[in-house]
């Protein structure tokens, strides 16, 4: 059975447990959606670490990756977050020094309003939660922000589908963005990435489980979030760390080769390993949001009604810094360039150098600390060395 925290359903913040790396629950109220739909009584999910100064100037907000959770940081929690080598005490975004927000997106399963949560009639939402968009969450994170005293944030950073939702808000908030840091994504989910994407939402919604989302009350569709997670964990990484890591090695004393039925095959390495992150998926993640995050990102495009690409971006009065991973095969290192082009002024992009691909910008961000210091958090003291978060 699938297993994953419901959204908690009490007013306000107060009263929430305090201390670093702790989930919260915030009530902003009803939110009325990009494309038409409403839902009527919105609760953020969200992680604080260290102190909002008086004057409101040192907030941060770090946005998570499509599967991801607001724990970006250890903190005073027992789980290791999934940027600790980036935010903490002493790191490049200094919990000593900086008031650092993360908040999980609008439809997901780790404590926000999603498919998963109470509809007003009391069953969860399932088929009947809305579309909607990284638009969308960015405003549900604008009235949480007002809720946190935060006026304008000292920088927004996020990578791949965070930092699709970083780019939203210097673009949709641009008076409360200082700077931003878009890592690993790009201005548009392109054709291809949606083709990936579509792959994966049918692998889910062709599960006889799924029952179009209202599966709640009985197995949940884990064979099609489980091959959906294997289409998008191939684009994840590199074809050259695939193949130095596993080649065409057997699994232990399996036999691929040689079987008279198809059916008693044994597997190749590759294939465990496909595996493997598949049943860790379907234990921590809703099959629903996996459908309504995806759809989100598939939907970004910060030229849509914008004008053209360059008019959208050429408004922005955010300092930004953009990076990419050089071999990323689902968001490649161009379409960061093309988004950097567009914006005002001259934008260098970064490079993640790393034969991982696309998850390098969580496993190995440590790579732009220099960079990042430099230009955003000149202040952080990186004489102490840390050791890179894990996969």
């Not at 977050?81 to 903490?88: F, Y």
Request: proline share 6%; charged share 20%; aromatic share 8%.
């Amino acid at each position: 059975m699938t297993t994953y925290p419901a959204a908690p359903l009490h007013p306000g913040i107060d009263g929430a447990p305090s201390g670093d790396g702790l989930l919260r629950i915030a009530s902003i109220g009803p939110l009325a959606l990009e494309t038409g739909g409403e839902l009527p009584d919105v609760q953020l999910a969200f992680e604080t670490w260290g102190r909002l100064d008086p004057d409101g100037s040192n907030a941060v907000l770090v946005q998570h990756a499509l599967t991801g959770s607001s724990h970006v940081a250890r903190g005073a929690s027992e789980e290791e977050g999934w940027w600790d080598s980036l935010v903490g005490p002493g790191r490049t975004v200094d919990t000593d020094r900086y008031f650092v927000v993360s908040i999980n997106m609008l439809g997901g399963c780790y404590g926000s309003t999603g498919p998963a949560s109470p509809a007003p009639d009391g069953a969860p939402w399932g088929s009947r939660f809305p579309f909607v968009t990284i638009r969308d969450s960015v405003r549900a994170e604008a009235l949480l922000a007002d809720q946190l005293g935060v006026g304008r944030w000292h920088s927004v950073i996020g990578g791949s589908m965070g930092g699709a939702r970083a780019l939203e808000w210097a673009l949709m908030y641009a008076e409360r963005v200082a700077r931003c840091a878009v890592v690993a994504c790009t201005a548009a989910s392109s054709a291809e990435q949606i083709a990936f994407a579509q792959a994966q939402l049918q692998a889910i919604r062709l599960d006889p489980a799924y029952r179009r989302g209202d599966y709640y009350d009985g197995p949940h569709p884990e064979v099609g979030l489980g091959i959906a997670r294997r289409i998008a964990h191939i684009t994840y990484r590199s074809e050259l760390e695939l193949e130095a890591r596993f080649g065409r090695a057997e699994q232990d004393d399996e036999q691929p080769f040689g079987a008279v039925l198809p059916a008693d095959r044994g597997r190749y390495q590759v294939e465990s390993y496909l595996d493997h992150q598949a049943a860790k998926l379907v234990h921590r993640f809703d099959a629903n949001s996996y459908v309504v995050l995806t759809e989100a990102l598939m939907s970004h495009d910060a030229a849509r009604g914008r004008g053209t690409l360059d008019s959208a971006l050429g408004d922005s009065t955010s300092e930004f810094f953009i990076a990419a991973v050089d071999s990323d095969r689902l968001y490649f290192p161009e379409q960061s360039r093309r988004l950097a082009a567009g914006l005002p002024g001259t934008v260098p992009v970064h490079m993640i150098s790393s034969p991982v691909g696309h998850d390098a910008f969580l496993t190995q961000i440590h790579q732009l600390d220099d960079q990042l210091r430099a230009t955003f958090y000149p202040e952080a003291d990186l004489s102490v060395g840390f050791p890179p978060a894990g996969t």
